[in-house]
């Protein structure tokens, strides 16, 4: 069966929760769409309005960020719970920003995704290299050990529902974006790791986002590639743009 694509924009920390209903309101006929699962993975504050005016619509709304733990002393966290209270259906684990700026871990990244899946919620767990990395000729390496570790004591049944973003670092708002070449080569490569790890049909099911400057233009191209399933989108979800993205084809 044909694996049906996800395209998730990546808020990041823009819009206050009045400007997030003003821009949703604007994209929602733009985005409304059968062929592809729409997301909107937003700030927290925003994702209380962003349910509320979501309602009615294609779009699921995601989180950017969670903790591991299930409730307590953990100042300024959010918990699972509180997310899949408030309506949340995915949530963004690992993002390279968070590695780079807020010291997290493959280690953590891994307890992120089994608690997740505790809550019933979709991770979309992101991976990449730096430009050091590639330049160095590793890129493979490294992604297939922070796949490894993110899904260290994920079953097979979970895994399968997954998500991965393949983000290569050199190309997040830099508007380099990766050829359709080296995001194919690297999606198909993690796909490969996950059938090493499970099994052909996990690999089968499992869906891997493109990140990295992805634009209206350069959607297309990417999202044809076998191995790629979508995008995680970052600027161009700000924009009417992603309007178009969502609608690729
Ligand atoms: P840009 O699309 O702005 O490059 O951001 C990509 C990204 O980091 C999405 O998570």
Redesign the pocket.
Known sequence: MARRKIIAG?WKMNMTPSEAVALIEKLKPLVATENADVVFCVPAIDIIPAVEAVKGTNIGIGAENMYFEEKGAYTGEISPAMLTDAGVKYVIIG?SERREYFAETDETVNKKVLKAFEHGLTPIICCGESLTQREQGITIDWIRQQIKIAFLNVTAEQAGKAVI?Y?PIW???TGKVATTEQAQEVCAAIRACIAEIYDDATAAAIRIQY????SAASAPELFAQADIDGG?????SLKEDFGAIVNWQ
């Open positions: 990546n993002h973003a983000e190309a997040i708002g990140g990295g400057s992805v995680l989108v970052g600027g161009a």
